[in-house]
C-alpha cells in the first residue's frame, strides 16, 4: 500500500517520463511528416523506355535493392552493418507508429523496462544523477533505482579536492573508485566533478603559505593525477565550478588570490593534457537564464574559446526554487547563444526545493518545473545530458543546507 507521499513522488516521476515520451512522439512525427512531403513531391516525366532500357533499369533496381542506404546516420550504419535485419524491422515498426496508444502498446513488447533511461535514449540524450558512497553501498533500493533509471553519474563529493588529496603527499581514491567501478559494471557513464573549486579544500592548502609558483606546481599534479587515473573511464570533467560570483565579478578564492585569473585557462589546459578525449566544462549555479553572472561566464567561455583554451562545454547546474521559477524563454536564448559559440550545454545538477510543509499542489508544481526545464533543453540545438542533484529526498544535500526546506528530487524518502 502507498503512503499518500509515494502517490505524490510518483506522479512528478510520471511527469518526466510523459514528457521525454510526448516529445520524442512529436519530433518522430514531424520527422515522418516531412519525409512523405518529400515523397509527395510532383516527379518529372519520364519518356517510355524502349525493352533494352527497361531492362538496365530493372537490374540496376535489383543492384539498388541490395545496396545499404547512404543516407542513415552514422550510428545507424555502423548498427546496420552488425545487424541490418534487426535495423529494418525497426524502421518498419518506427513507420507504423502514430498515438501514444500503439507507442505504449509497442513499449510493452519491448524487453527494455519504462524507465527514465530509456525514454531519454528515444530522445537522443542521456539522463543522470549525483552518487554518493554511503547510500551506494549500504543501500539496496537506491542501486536499484540508480540501475534501472540513470544512464550517467556523478560523484557528490567523492572526486573532490579534500576526498581524493587529503595531504600533500597523499591521494586517496577508493570511494571515487568504488563508485567508477560500480558505473563501469552497470553500463552507466560518469561525469568528473570537480577539478577547481573554492570550497572543500584540505587544511593544508587553507593553511599553506604558497608562493604562486609552489601552488600552480600543486594544482597541476593535482589535476593530472586525478583526471590521469580515470583516462578513458570519465567522459567529461568539471573542471572549474563557480568560479563567478554572483554579482558577476571573479570569485574570491585562494586560486584566484595567490595565482591569479589565469588559474582558469590553466586548469583547462592541464585537464586536457591528462587526458585529450575527456570533455571539459566550466560548471557554475544561477547562470541558466541572461543575467549578470551568466553574462560574465558567457564572455568568460567567449576568452578561452579565442585563446584556444581546450574548453568543450558549460555546465547550468539548475539548482532551483519553487518560488522563483527561471522563465522558460529566458533559458532558451541563454543556451541558444552558448551554443552559437560551439559549447556543448548540459544540464549537470538539477533540483527543486520545496519550503515545508509541501502540499500536493506544491508538488504538482514542482514536476511542471522539472518538465518544462527538460523540454526546453531538449528544444535545443545540441542537447546530450541532463543530471539531477540527486534522486532520492532523503539523500539529499537540501535538508542540511538549506533548513525548511526539502522534497527537491524526484523520490520521496521511502
Same mark, same amino acid.
Given at each position: 500500500m502507498y503512503s499518500k507521499k509515494e502517490i505524490l513522488s510518483s506522479k512528478k516521476l510520471v511527469a518526466l517520463l $510523459?514528457? @521525454?515520451?510526448?516529445?520524442?512522439?512529436? &519530433?518522430?512525427?514531424?520527422? $515522418?511528416? @516531412?519525409?512523405?512531403?518529400?515523397?509527395? &513531391?510532383?516527379?518529372?516525366? $519520364?519518356?517510355?523506355?524502349?525493352?533494352?532500357?527497361?531492362?538496365?533499369?530493372?537490374?540496376?533496381?535489383v543492384q539498388k535493392e541490395t545496396e545499404p542506404s547512404q543516407t542513415l546516420p552514422p550510428e545507424v550504419e555502423e548498427f546496420t552493418e552488425q545487424q541490418p535485419s534487426e535495423v529494418q524491422e525497426q524502421q518498419k515498426e518506427n513507420q507504423q507508429l502514430e498515438s501514444p496508444e500503439q507507442y505504449e502498446e509497442i513499449q510493452e513488447q519491448e524487453t527494455e523496462e519504462p524507465s527514465l533511461k530509456n525514454f531519454a535514449k528515444y530522445c537522443g540524450i542521456a539522463i543522470g544523477t549525483c552518487v554518493s558512497y554511503n547510500p551506494l553501498k549500504f543501500d539496496q533500493n537506491y542501486r536499484d533505482i540508480l540501475i534501472r533509471e540513470f544512464s550517467v553519474v556523478t560523484p557528490e563529493n567523492e572526486m573532490k579536492f579534500e576526498y581524493v588529496h587529503p595531504f600533500r603527499e597523499t591521494y586517496n581514491f577508493r570511494l571515487a573508485d568504488e563508485i567508477v567501478k560500480f558505473a563501469e559494471e552497470n553500463g552507466i557513464k560518469v561525469r568528473g566533478h570537480c577539478l577547481v573549486w573554492h570550497q572543500q579544500l584540505p587544511s593544508w592548502i587553507i593553511k599553506g603559505e604558497f608562493t604562486k609558483e609552489e601552488l600552480m606546481s600543486i594544482l597541476k599534479e593535482h589535476i593530472q593525477t586525478v583526471v590521469g587515473r580515470y583516462k578513458g573511464r570519465v567522459y567529461a570533467w568539471d573542471v572549474v565550478n563557480e568560479a563567478i560570483a554572483d554579482d558577476g565579478s571573479l570569485r574570491k578564492s585562494i586560486w584566484l588570490e595567490k595565482i591569479g585569473p589565469e588559474y582558469i585557462?590553466?586548469?583547462?589546459?592541464?585537464?586536457?593534457?591528462?587526458?585529450?578525449?575527456?570533455?571539459l566544462f566550466y560548471n557554475d549555479y544561477g547562470i541558466e537564464e541572461i543575467n549578470k553572472k551568466s553574462n560574465t561566464v558567457y564572455e568568460l567561455v567567449k576568452e578561452l574559446l579565442r585563446k584556444g583554451v581546450p574548453i568543450h562545454g558549460v555546465g547550468f547546474q539548475t539548482h532551483l526554487t519553487l518560488e522563483r521559477p527561471p522563465n522558460p524563454d529566458n533559458v532558451a536564448r541563454n543556451i541558444k547563444r552558448f551554443e552559437e559559440l560551439g559549447l556543448i550545454v548540459e544540464i549537470t545538477e538539477m533540483d527543486v526545493r520545496i519550503r515545508e510543509p509541501v502540499t500536493n499542489e506544491e508538488l504538482n508544481r514542482q514536476a511542471e518545473v522539472y518538465s518544462n526545464i527538460l523540454k526546453i533543453y531538449l528544444s535545443s540545438s545540441n542537447p546530450r545530458t541532463f543530471v539531477m542533484w540527486g534522486f532520492v529526498d532523503k539523500y539529499s544535500w537540501i535538508d542540511y543546507t538549506f533548513p525548511g526546506y526539502g522534497a527537491a528530487t524526484i523520490f520521496d524518502n521511502e
Amino acid at each position: 500500500m502507498y503512503s499518500k507521499k509515494e502517490i505524490l513522488s510518483s506522479k512528478k516521476l510520471v511527469a518526466l517520463l $510523459i514528457s @521525454l515520451a510526448l516529445i520524442c512522439l512529436l &519530433v518522430f512525427t514531424i520527422t $515522418i511528416q @516531412l519525409e512523405k512531403q518529400t515523397e509527395q &513531391v510532383e516527379k518529372p516525366e $519520364i519518356p517510355p523506355e524502349t525493352p533494352q532500357l527497361k531492362e538496365d533499369s530493372e537490374q540496376a533496381e535489383v543492384q539498388k535493392e541490395t545496396e545499404p542506404s547512404q543516407t542513415l546516420p552514422p550510428e545507424v550504419e555502423e548498427f546496420t552493418e552488425q545487424q541490418p535485419s534487426e535495423v529494418q524491422e525497426q524502421q518498419k515498426e518506427n513507420q507504423q507508429l502514430e498515438s501514444p496508444e500503439q507507442y505504449e502498446e509497442i513499449q510493452e513488447q519491448e524487453t527494455e523496462e519504462p524507465s527514465l533511461k530509456n525514454f531519454a535514449k528515444y530522445c537522443g540524450i542521456a539522463i543522470g544523477t549525483c552518487v554518493s558512497y554511503n547510500p551506494l553501498k549500504f543501500d539496496q533500493n537506491y542501486r536499484d533505482i540508480l540501475i534501472r533509471e540513470f544512464s550517467v553519474v556523478t560523484p557528490e563529493n567523492e572526486m573532490k579536492f579534500e576526498y581524493v588529496h587529503p595531504f600533500r603527499e597523499t591521494y586517496n581514491f577508493r570511494l571515487a573508485d568504488e563508485i567508477v567501478k560500480f558505473a563501469e559494471e552497470n553500463g552507466i557513464k560518469v561525469r568528473g566533478h570537480c577539478l577547481v573549486w573554492h570550497q572543500q579544500l584540505p587544511s593544508w592548502i587553507i593553511k599553506g603559505e604558497f608562493t604562486k609558483e609552489e601552488l600552480m606546481s600543486i594544482l597541476k599534479e593535482h589535476i593530472q593525477t586525478v583526471v590521469g587515473r580515470y583516462k578513458g573511464r570519465v567522459y567529461a570533467w568539471d573542471v572549474v565550478n563557480e568560479a563567478i560570483a554572483d554579482d558577476g565579478s571573479l570569485r574570491k578564492s585562494i586560486w584566484l588570490e595567490k595565482i591569479g585569473p589565469e588559474y582558469i585557462e590553466l586548469a583547462f589546459k592541464w585537464a586536457h593534457e591528462a587526458d585529450p578525449d575527456a570533455l571539459l566544462f566550466y560548471n557554475d549555479y544561477g547562470i541558466e537564464e541572461i543575467n549578470k553572472k551568466s553574462n560574465t561566464v558567457y564572455e568568460l567561455v567567449k576568452e578561452l574559446l579565442r585563446k584556444g583554451v581546450p574548453i568543450h562545454g558549460v555546465g547550468f547546474q539548475t539548482h532551483l526554487t519553487l518560488e522563483r521559477p527561471p522563465n522558460p524563454d529566458n533559458v532558451a536564448r541563454n543556451i541558444k547563444r552558448f551554443e552559437e559559440l560551439g559549447l556543448i550545454v548540459e544540464i549537470t545538477e538539477m533540483d527543486v526545493r520545496i519550503r515545508e510543509p509541501v502540499t500536493n499542489e506544491e508538488l504538482n508544481r514542482q514536476a511542471e518545473v522539472y518538465s518544462n526545464i527538460l523540454k526546453i533543453y531538449l528544444s535545443s540545438s545540441n542537447p546530450r545530458t541532463f543530471v539531477m542533484w540527486g534522486f532520492v529526498d532523503k539523500y539529499s544535500w537540501i535538508d542540511y543546507t538549506f533548513p525548511g526546506y526539502g522534497a527537491a528530487t524526484i523520490f520521496d524518502n521511502e
